[in-house]
């Protein structure tokens, strides 16, 4: 590559870097819910209003990716995430800050949709694969960055700061960015399918808020009535879509059996890692009594190896299946999962980063390997939807994991309370068996892909 088109490349990386780094907000957990007085389980809304509202509409901002042009998309919402990182910011109260999470979140998913989209396109068709190595590097540096630079900025200024500091970088991208791919010629585009994008939308975001609903046995009733919404615009999705001229995903594709179980798999490898975010940081700061800064760094440990197995990834796939790929590095994930499940209150700082070093690096392993089987099977056309189904499954994930890992891990601490341990042992027997439970997730996810791979090749 020229000069030119690394210095295109960088500056795309850092424009994508404004999402990740969102994990530095998990760091400033603690400091959030100590600022507004708030119990451990209201932190979650931080992130579900954020990543439930990026799910919702990222397939939507895929396909108008696909017509209006990707770099286009991709320029709004580094746009738009300046200005939302700020109101974050800013916010007086628990309730604003949530609402400017929610606008934070339009801004993600204008940037997910399209990312993808906009870095293979920098590259030949024939380097699809390191295409894809170069994105999720690039993600997951942001990823590694957040907690490490997180640590710093709570230190220093307090929670506000994770979100202020990425307002310049994506400015800064947007001033800069030039040569990207034009956007198609006017002329006779595909109209984009508005009513199965609301439909989809209200469906996703209904069917993750029931499932916030689970910590709530006395709003079952609202529970079942989100539920039933849920359903019901799923079903006509499902209808719509069957017979839209122009759908903004051809569902014929889930027929496909390992494409169905690729992306089943890829939401259980990213619910079962979201416990890494959402309860390593109150084990740090809890039980280790590790500065804020270092306890980044030990955090950002899982990122480092999901860096160091993205160019393998790009490396292996292009001389074995990528489906055998991606339930390898579930597996591995799986097993450090697992490795965590056994830290007590005085576990070294070489027994954290190993096991979430290899979690981490099964997780890079497996999304360079999964956008590898997504991309291969959607036509080069589709490619915003492509790219955003990936990032899809994953925010499903995130989401559904950041409710049920709650709720699991709440019953499992009550249950340690009630038979009579003290607090600090109380949360190592919930810490223990959500990660067990877990681990045990991400290796099921791989079995299962495995074995229907293994399944295709039989004659």
Do not use: K
């Not at 027929?255 to 975010?277: K, Q």
């Amino acid at each position: 590559m020229t000069a030119r088109q690394l210095i295109r490349v960088a500056l795309v990386g850092l424009g994508i870097s404004v999402v990740p780094l969102d994990s530095a907000v998990n760091i400033a957990f603690p400091d959030i819910t100590t600022y507004f007085d708030l119990p451990i389980q209201m932190i979650q809304w931080v992130v579900i209003w954020y990543v439930l509202t990026h799910a919702s509409l990222m397939l939507a901002f895929g396909r108008v990716g696909d017509i209006f042009g990707h770099a286009r998309v991709f320029r709004a919402g580094l746009l738009w995430n300046g200005a939302a990182f700020l109101c974050c910011a800013a916010a007086p109260s628990f309730g604003w800050l949530l609402f400017c999470r929610f606008l934070q979140g339009i801004g993600a998913a204008l940037i997910l949709s399209c990312a993808p989209a906009v870095v293979t396109s920098l590259f030949p068709e024939d380097r699809r694969s390191t295409a894809l190595a170069v994105f999720t590097t690039m993600y997951a540096l942001g990823s590694a960055g957040g907690p490490l630079l997180g640590g710093v900025l709570v230190d220093i200024w307090g929670w506000p700061a994770v979100f202020w500091f990425r307002a310049p970088i994506a400015l800064t991208a947007l001033a800069f960015l030039e040569g990207l791919p034009p956007a198609p010629p006017r002329g006779a585009r595909e109209p984009v399918d508005v009513l199965g994008a609301a439909l989809l939308a209200l469906a996703i975001s209904t069917a993750l808020l029931s499932l916030n609903q689970l910590q709530q046995p006395e709003r079952n009733l609202f529970m079942l009535l989100l539920l039933g919404i849920a359903l019901t615009a799923a079903f006509g999705f499902i209808l719509r879509e069957r017979d839209a001229p122009h759908p903004i995903i051809n569902l014929s594709l889930f027929r496909i059996r390992g494409f169905a179980v690729a992306n089943c798999a890829s939401f259980l490898v990213y619910l079962t890692s979201f416990s890494v975010l959402l309860f390593v940081p109150y084990y740090l700061v809890r039980l280790t009594g590790l500065p804020l800064p270092l306890a980044g760094a030990v955090l950002a440990a899982s990122f480092a190896g999901s860096i160091a197995a993205s160019p393998v990834a790009g490396s292996l796939i292009e001389r074995l299946p990528a489906g055998w790929i991606a339930a390898f590095g579930a597996a591995l994930s799986g097993a450090g999962l697992y490795l965590v499940s056994g830290w007590e209150a005085d576990a070294s700082w070489v027994a954290m980063v190993m096991p979430l070093t290899l979690q981490g690096f099964g997780v890079g392993l497996f999304q360079v390997a999964y956008m590898g089987v997504v991309m291969t099977t959607l036509p080069p056309e589709h490619r915003g939807v492509a790219g955003s189904l990936t990032m899809l499954t994953r925010t499903l994930g995130v989401v559904t994991g950041a409710a049920l890992l709650t709720l699991i891990f709440h019953d499992l601490e009550a249950s340690a309370l009630a038979s009579g341990v003290g607090p600090g042992n109380g949360f190592i027997s919930a810490f223990g068996g959500t990660f067990r439970l877990a681990g045990g997730t991400a290796g099921l996810a791989a079995v299962v892909m495995a074995s229907s791979l293994a399944r295709r090749r039989r004659p």
